[in-house]
């Protein structure tokens, strides 16, 4: 191999410069820094009226996207909803059995559900089984004493916050909302501002993706808009369809039967009883 | 009949092939306040008496109709601490149905899966049989049904029926009047004079509770001021 001058400017692709360093450095004993293993981005915000909630819609496995439209943002009750990042079996499951479990306690106190019960709910749950249940979950809702919104993490602990957000695109969405939040929101404004959010997640991040949903709560209604913008469309798609060329050529159509093949080892005696 | 001698204990035949507590604790339905349900073409109804110990109970609070599902609605005659426990259990069990199958169960799974929960309490240590027979009124895949558990867990379906105190008369005035092409609205009114018949004192809509479920599949408790209504139209 020619020897390389070292005031050449790089040609493109991969630079390996520093990989002597990091070999250096991992035989010192410094780690890698660990990458989050989350793929979404959710967000939450208290407007004037309520609660508005957002979610990208693509699910992913490892880097393959499973599922391009997926809905992320999860019903608990009427006036309560809540979006989950983390392992999608894990959010799906756990909103569905605490929903079961307001409904229950709808039955018997005879009164709207709380959010800070669904939150007690959720956080019960996700402390007993020590982090092992992969849900990270931003809950929002409005009920008797007004609106709330919660960010419960896999560990089980939790914050209440005027806005918040989740997930592996939560630091791009974060830095929306740091700079353009205020208190006193308008529905449109908030609407406006959450799908910013959301949308800074699916460009920036690659474990977000695909579509914005949002869901908006006030103390009377709820509206749930899926897909609420698509800025991910297919571009092109071919009027006509694929045809792929017959490589393989028929040579010969003719059945021919092959010979048997059978070897006599021994004649055998009759099976005894 | 030497049953007496057999009568202390739940999980004993007695000689005549009965089990004395469950007689016992039909007993203690009928000495229950009158509950009665119709089963019209469109819809159930199930009513009840209200009567309160004393004038001093804050009526509002006591609801004898219960809800289970949106579409399922419950009434008792016997003994309310039994029925409160047995409301639980079964709103709980058709929760733990829509869990498992993601649909709204079905009125005669609810009604199974009480009647089982009524019937082991027959069979196990320790414990005594619910003092309360249930109408359970629900609208359906299957349209409009009545059914009625017993506290031995045996349950019947209705086209109307009774319980409680004033059973006999109220059959009988049921049987009457009962025909298959009933409209909600008139069943209302046959209930109405159905738990009038037997009533001590002045009817109104603070001593009777009414529940209905129509076409629209919603079970609600009727306020007393819709039943002041009823009351003023059978009049």
């Not at chain 1, 609660?51 to 439209?69: F, H, Q, S, W």
């Not at chain 1, 698509?230 to 006509?240: A, E, G």
């Amino acid at each position: 191999m020619s020897k390389v001058a070292m005031d050449v400017p790089a040609k493109g692709g991969f630079s390996f410069d520093l990989c002597k360093r990091n070999a250096m450095l991992a035989k010192d004993g410094v780690q890698l820094p660990p990458f989050r293993k989350t793929g979404t981005t959710i967000v939450g915000l208290i407007f004037q009226d309520g609660v508005i909630l957002g979610a990208d819609t693509r699910a992913t496995e490892g880097p393959i996207v499973a599922d391009k439209n997926c809905e992320k943002i999860h019903y608990l009750a009427p006036n309560i909803y809540c979006c989950g990042a983390g392992t999608a079996a894990d959010t799906e499951a756990v909103t569905d059995m605490v929903s079961s479990q307001l409904n229950l306690h709808r039955y018997h106190t005879g009164r709207q559900s709380r959010v800070v019960t669904a939150l007690t709910y959720l956080k019960k749950h996700l402390f007993s089984y020590q982090g092992h249940v992969s849900a990270a979950l931003v809950l929002g809702g409005v009920d008797f004493t007004g609106p709330h919104l919660h960010t419960i993490y896999p560990h089980g602990s939790t914050d209440t916050l005027p806005f918040a957000t989740m997930g592996s695109g939560s630091l791009a969405a974060m830095a929306i909302f740091e700079s353009k939040y205020k208190e006193g929101l308008t529905r449109e404004e908030g609407i406006q501002l959450v799908t910013e959010a959301i949308c800074s997640g699916i460009f920036n991040d690659l474990g977000s993706g695909s579509n914005v949903d949002i869901c908006v709560i006030t103390k009377d209604n709820k509206e749930y808009l899926r897909n609420h913008l698509q800025p991910n469309p297919r571009t092109y798609v071919s009027p006509k369809q694929y045809s792929f060329t017959k490589k393989t050529e028929v040579l010969l159509t003719k059945i021919t039967p092959l010979k048997e093949k059978v070897e006599v080892i021994q004649a055998g005696d009759a099976m005894e009883e | 009949m030497g049953d007496s001698q057999y009568s202390f204990s739940l999980t004993t035949f007695s000689p005549s092939g009965k089990l004395v507590q469950i007689e016992h604790a039909l007993t203690a339905v009928g000495s229950g306040q009158t509950s009665l349900g119709i089963k019209a073409a469109n819809g159930v109804v199930i009513a009840t008496e209200k009567k309160l110990p004393s004038i001093l109970v804050d009526e509002a609070s006591v609801q004898k109709i219960q809800c289970l599902t949106p579409n399922i609605g419950v009434v008792y005659s016997g003994m309310g601490p039994d029925f409160r426990v047995l409301v639980r259990k079964s709103r709980k069990q058709a929760v733990q149905y829509h869990q498992l199958y993601k649909e709204a169960i079905p009125v005669t799974q609810l009604v199974r899966e009480t009647a089982a929960v009524m019937q082991e309490f027959t069979q196990s240590g320790g414990v005594r049989p619910f003092g309360v027979s249930l109408l359970v009124a629900g609208f359906d895949d299957s349209g409009p049904q009545l059914f009625q558990v017993d506290p031995s867990g045996s349950y019947f379906s209705w086209k109307a029926s009774a319980m409680g105190k004033n059973v006999s008369n109220a059959k009988t005035f049921l049987e009457k009047r009962y025909t298959d092409e009933i409209e909600l609205e008139d069943a209302v009114h046959t209930a109405i004079l159905t738990l009038k018949e037997g009533f001590e004192g002045q009817i109104s809509g603070k001593n009777i509770e009414i529940g209905i479920i129509g076409e629209d599949k919603i079970f609600r408790v009727l306020t007393p001021a819709e039943i002041e209504d009823y009351l003023a139209e059978v009049e």
